[in-house]
């Protein structure tokens, strides 16, 4: 089912996980000649292949799905404005991934930042953990796509998260700047499977069953580079919710880091974004001023 959602940062709209891949796809061959999209690449990936196969009750019915969303129009071009969305949400320069964990569910966006305007794509599953790691074992057909300026990246980020205080508050909330980011000046990305490793032999006892059995875990991975390369500017970060927010980070040197968990204030998941983002910006800046000596 179809649904326009009011938002005063976002743009927002519910639509079916089949009708969204559509629309890629519409998009993508109307843009196929631009230099940020591989077509070619594109043609031959399994969800192009996979709407080549549909039969033709099911492309008139999401056609209508798209038609009623208005992103395509009566005679089935695409306008503009989801033209530009499309392929912001391909080739951005910035690309900002967030998954979000609390017991049995996830949630998952992804962002595409590009010359002040912003996408969000957003979906949730059902997962569970076994011995063999985590399974999916069910995926909502509907995703979320909003539209904003990306000054509202966080009001975009947000939206997934679970309505824990800790987690919705906004970067004001944090105390200080960027100065007590890192233990050693140093910040790496950080993995549930590095943190089961080290969690009963190096943690801090008193934050141990944090780790083991959090009420939400939030990653955060946010890229860059510049048009037509691939991304060269990378961060990563995790934390965990338990009865406090505490972020994941490494200590040490290279021959022996390990992960400690530090507490945080509410509000540390979004000014952790809004560094993250200064520092991809800074990166594509640089980028474009070393190319312009050349």
Aim: aromatic share 6%; with cysteine; glycine share 10%.
């Amino acid at each position: 089912m179809l649904q326009s959602i009011g938002d005063p940062d976002l743009n927002i709209f519910e639509i079916s996980g089949l009708a969204w891949a559509v629309a890629v796809d519409r998009a993508l061959r109307a843009l196929a000649a631009e230099p940020e999209i591989d077509f070619a690449a594109y043609q031959q990936s399994s969800t192009a292949l996979a709407l080549g196969s549909l039969e033709p009750a099911d492309t008139r019915r999401l056609d209508a799905e798209l038609r009623e969303a208005g992103i395509v129009g009566p005679d089935g071009t695409m306008p503009e404005q989801w033209l530009l969305a499309v392929l912001i949400a391909v080739s951005a320069p910035i690309r900002v991934t967030v998954v979000a964990r609390t017991g049995e569910h996830s949630a998952h966006t992804h962002l595409g930042l590009a010359g002040g305007h912003g996408i969000a794509v957003s979906y949730r599953r059902r997962i569970r953990t076994t011995d063999a790691g985590t399974a999916v074992t069910g995926i909502q057909d509907v995703v979320e796509v909003a539209l904003f300026e990306e000054r509202h990246a966080w009001s975009a980020v947000r939206r997934i998260l679970p309505g824990f205080t800790e987690l919705q508050a906004g970067p004001g909330s944090a105390r200080g700047l960027d100065s007590d980011r890192g233990l050693d000046g140093a910040r790496t990305p950080v993995s549930p499977q590095q943190l089961q490793a080290v969690g009963s032999a190096e943690l801090q006892q008193d934050v141990k069953d944090a780790v083991l059995a959090p009420r939400c875990t939030v990653h955060l991975d946010v890229v860059a580079a510049p048009p037509g390369t691939a991304p060269a500017f990378r961060a990563a970060d995790l934390w965990h919710l338990s009865e406090k927010l505490y972020s994941v980070r490494t200590s040490g040197d290279d021959g022996g880091r390990s992960l400690v968990m530090v507490d945080v204030p509410p509000g540390d998941v979004a000014r952790e974004l809004f560094w993250r983002l200064l520092g991809a910006r800074e990166f594509l800046a640089g980028s474009a001023g070393q190319a312009a000596q050349r």
